[in-house]
């Protein structure tokens, strides 16, 4: 790999930083290039250094405007670091596919005409960088190697990589960039932000996640789920349609246009198994499908399949499991 | 209001296509094509749109010939009037390469709003949204799981990991919308008849002045294609009453119990 740095896009969500960039830090350690750097921006940023430089950046830029986070990233976030990047001349950027990365490195490439590759499961440098993606439903998997134009930009699938600390280490320069945001982007606002209050472990990162679809048939009965998830310290999640229909928010949708999970077990109930669904959960260690259409695409995909009603076997399922941890 | 929608064309979802293992291209011909399911519900919010204030839609796409069957489901849905960029040298164009042909397709009228899918079915990488507003030098929303306007400020949903926020903009914008933003019409049988009246119009990046920047020569090469390990079926079993304990013995084996 060439001379330049790899950098890695984070964010703070919280006051945390999101797992993505520390998965993407991890991972740019082992390409071979000469730094590891990280970029934050917004109102958290100067907290998130520390953290960063734990999983191995060696210099973190941060610009604290709190127009990151009343505007929207892209446009901002692509001004702010166009400038940097032509002085710093990065080799590579990593950025976690979420929303926000999405908007900013579609922004990015577009604005210095940049090649980008999304959805990443991993990537070698060597002669060539190549990112390995896959595409239609992660039921083929392709693999892209950059041109010559620098710097190559891409986007990876939540928990691509496992996030690991290093030995404590000095700490990273931190290096504060102005802002640079065109008037054309304060034309879109944020106004107000929303945020479900959630309890037990987040989706993301739970080992068991219990999910329902369709076939639960009505909101009531996602109190079940919420009971025997919280008997196995899980988490529930959703189909899309669950979520259309409103009886869950979409923070607990998994899918494509949704969460991806890779829990050690997901129980999937009364969802009949949709590739833009599967998408999201198929990484699972163990899948368990209940529903009662033998024909449902799910089992095809499931470790176990229970052809019955979600309702009855999930009652029984909750009993068992108080009756072993009373 | 003046609306561009762009659409695209893909293999069915339900009869997933397959990737050509010697050109590295999409084999069209293996599946059923339709118009991307997600992209009806940005006809839908295009068209309701224009209803509420006056103004027309028109639909926008990039892909081979036949994705003229995609742009005429739009036009039978009520959008007024279609083009299609195609190309031989447009095939296998990554996202930068895309956003460049709608983009320029876009600017040859005034328009007040471009509406996209938040990513399409097949590829998905939804880098095209945000390309195309950057291109476009308009404010993109994206994630939009609702949005309203009253003819000059645009207000969205935006879906965030954790929530939404609520995002008002001033138009021309990019806003791309996320399946079950709406309740996408089918077509009425007039509105089948009368896509034949309809203009559609077909381009190539030529007739645009792309010739020389698409597709973009430095971008990226596709080296390989293989198919994704397949998750084996395990067993399937009807409930007897014992299906709870099934579950139990393999969250037992698994040790998360
Ligand atoms: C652009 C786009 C993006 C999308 N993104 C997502 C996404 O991110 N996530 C997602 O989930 N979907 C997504 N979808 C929707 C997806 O295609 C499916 O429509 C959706 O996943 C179906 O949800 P479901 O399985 O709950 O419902 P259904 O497909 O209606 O299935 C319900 C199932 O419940 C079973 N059932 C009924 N009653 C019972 C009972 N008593 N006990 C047991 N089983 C029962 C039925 O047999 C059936 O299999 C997307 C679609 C599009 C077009």
Redo the contacts between chains.
């Keep these: 790999m060439a001379n330049g740095p790899v950098w890695v896009f984070a964010e703070v969500?919280?006051g945390r930083v999101a797992p993505g960039a520390l998965e993407l830090l991890t991972k740019a350690r082992s390409l071979g290039a000469a730094d590891v750097e990280a970029v934050c921006l917004g109102p958290g940023a100067r907290e998130a250094v520390g953290e960063l430089g734990r999983h191995g950046a060696s210099t973190v830029y941060i610009s604290i405007d709190a127009g990151f986070v009343e505007l929207?990233m892209?446009?901002p976030g692509?001004d702010t670091l166009a400038p940097l990047i032509a002085t710093r001349k990065p080799e590579l950027i990593l950025f976690p596919?979420?929303?926000d990365g999405?908007?900013?490195?579609?922004?990015l490439?577009?604005?210095l005409?940049?090649?980008?590759?999304?959805?990443g499961l991993d990537i070698e440098t060597g002669a060539a960088i190549?990112v390995t993606s896959?595409?239609?439903?992660?039921?083929?998997?392709?693999?892209?190697?950059?041109?010559?134009?620098r710097p190559a930009l891409a986007?990876f699938r939540p928990k691509a990589f496992t996030a690991s600390a290093l030995p404590a280490g000095p700490a990273p320069r931190t290096v504060e960039v102005p802002a640079v945001i065109d008037e054309?982007?304060r034309?879109?606002?944020?106004?107000?932000?929303?945020?479900?209050v959630a309890t037990g472990p987040a989706l993301e990162e739970a080992?068991?996640v219990v999910s329902g679809g369709r076939g639960l048939q009505e909101p009531a009965n996602f109190e079940l789920l919420h009971e025997v998830a919280g008997l196995?310290h899980g988490a529930v999640g959703a189909s899309?349609a669950a979520?259309?229909a409103g009886w869950v928010?979409?923070?607990m949708q998994v899918g494509?246009?949704g969460?991806t999970v890779k829990p050690?077990?997901y129980?999937a109930c009364g969802i009949s198994g949709?590739?833009?669904h599967t998408v999201g959960m198929?990484g699972a260690?163990?899948?368990?499908a209940?529903n009662r259409d033998?024909e449902a695409p799910i089992?095809?995909?499931?470790?176990?399949?229970?052809?019955?009603?979600a309702l009855?076997?999930?009652r029984?399922?909750r009993?068992?499991?108080r009756s072993?941890s009373g | 209001m003046n609306v561009v929608v762009c659409v695209k064309l893909v293999p069915d979802p339900n009869t997933p296509g397959q990737l050509d293992p010697e050109t590295h291209r999409l084999r069209r011909d293996l599946a059923d094509a339709v118009l991307d399911p997600g992209d009806e519900f940005g006809v839908e919010a295009g068209l309701q749109l224009a209803e509420a204030h006056g103004g027309e839609v028109r639909v926008v796409s990039m892909g081979p010939e036949r994705a003229v069957d995609a742009v005429r489901k739009a036009l039978a849905m009520g959008a007024t009037k279609g083009v299609l960029v195609c190309d031989d040298s447009l095939r296998g164009a990554d996202a930068l390469t895309t956003a460049k042909v709608l983009a320029a397709a876009i600017r040859r009228e005034p328009y007040d709003l471009v509406i996209t899918a938040t990513e399409s079915t097949d590829g998905y990488s939804g880098i095209v949204p945000q390309a195309l507003a950057e291109l476009l030098g308009v404010p993109a929303v994206t994630f939009a799981s609702e949005m309203s306007s009253d003819g000059s400020l645009l207000t969205a949903t935006r879906q965030t990991e954790r929530g939404s926020e609520t995002v008002v903009t001033g138009l021309p914008c990019v806003v791309a919308v996320t399946a079950g933003v709406n309740e996408p019409r089918y077509p009425t049988l007039r509105g089948i008849m009368g896509v034949k009246s309809k203009p559609l119009e077909r381009l190539t990046p030529t007739d645009l002045g792309l010739a020389a920047s698409v597709p973009t020569p430095t971008g990226q090469t596709v080296v390989s294609v293989t198919m994704a390990g397949q998750r084996q079926a395990g067993e399937v079993v009807r409930d007897d009453g014992d299906g709870a304990h099934r579950i139990v013995e393999l969250l037992a084996r698994l040790r998360v119990i």
Excluded: C, W
């Design positions: 969500v919280d929207l892209g446009g692509a596919g979420t929303h999405r908007d900013l490195a579609g922004r490439a577009a604005k005409d940049l090649p980008v590759i999304a959805n190549t896959t595409i239609f439903g992660v039921t083929q998997v392709v693999r892209t190697e950059f041109g010559e134009r986007l054309r982007h034309r879109a606002r944020v106004v107000d932000r929303s945020t479900p080992t068991v196995l899309r979520v259309d928010p979409y923070s494509q246009t969460k050690t077990v129980i949709a590739m833009q198929r260690q163990a899948i368990v209940i033998p089992f095809k995909l499931a470790d176990l399949g229970i052809v019955g009603d009855t076997v999930l029984q399922l009993d068992e499991l072993r």
